[in-house]
């Protein structure tokens, strides 16, 4: 079975800086799918970031990007110029291309942006 | 409005209490899903359908039924609730027939179990 691990409860950093939220997961699959869900305190699970395993290049979407490491199961969003909008919950989640797409989410990481 | 409602929004219930959080969706989707939420757990699946007449288990169902009423309503139930079933559900939806493979979800419902 596939896990995901997200092993930072909570992060804080100023407003404008760039933090790095970490990633890792378990599979013997070769083709998947990658996610970054966001959740703010309004708890909508937003979409933030799509990454295809069979793809090398890193996703991005305006000031959010991935650090995509398929050989060492590592998949890490950067928020690049980060803003007090960012400060949610923010999960990682796997899914499996064959078979039954469900998603298998990390623990989340608490990301709070500080004026 | 929404495309994928959840009802109620909130909840507080007792033990032993039979309720049901029920789920529509509008985007014609044909496959369905209940998450719940727990601090420092994640998400995770209840139970996923993907169509009117496919129920699969997930990772965690006991104490739970679902009933998937039509190709749009999808609805979750606990049978005799009890206090570690607090928690946020989600219900979420996909369509497998393009390549975009994603899940939108609702707006959650918050359960108490006193």
């Known amino acids: 079975a596939q896990t995901v691990t997200q092993s930072q409860p909570e992060m804080s950093v100023q407003e404008a800086e760039t933090v790095t939220l970490s990633c890792t997961y378990d599979t013997s699959e070769s083709n998947y799918y990658l996610f970054w869900y966001k959740q703010p305190p309004s708890r909508q699970m937003i979409l933030v970031i799509r990454q295809e395993a069979y793809k090398q290049q890193n996703a991005t979407e305006n000031r959010f990007s991935v650090n995509f490491q398929k050989a060492a199961k590592s998949f890490s969003l950067k928020i690049s110029d980060s803003q007090l909008g960012d400060t949610a919950m923010y999960f990682c989640?796997?899914?499996?291309?064959?078979?039954?797409?469900?998603?298998?989410f990390g623990q989340g990481t608490r990301l709070t942006i500080n004026p | 409005d929404a495309d994928v409602t959840q009802t109620p929004r909130n909840r507080i219930t007792k033990t032993g209490k039979r309720i049901m959080l029920e789920c529509s969706q509008t985007?014609?989707?044909?496959?369905m899903y209940w998450y719940r939420q727990d601090p420092g757990l994640g998400l995770r699946l209840i139970y996923y359908s993907f169509d009117v007449k496919d129920i699969n288990k997930g990772e965690i169902s006991d104490g739970y039924s679902v009933s998937r009423q039509a190709q749009a309503k999808f609805s979750l139930s606990l049978e005799s609730a009890i206090p570690n079933q607090t928690a946020l559900y989600f219900c979420?939806?996909?369509?497998?027939?393009?390549?975009?493979?994603?899940?939108?979800f609702g707006s959650g419902t918050q359960l108490s179990v006193l």
């Open positions: 985007k014609g989707h044909d496959r």
């Open positions: 989640a796997f899914m499996n291309v064959q078979g039954a797409q469900k998603l298998v």
């Open positions: 979420a939806t996909s369509d497998a027939r393009g390549t975009n493979e994603k899940l939108f």
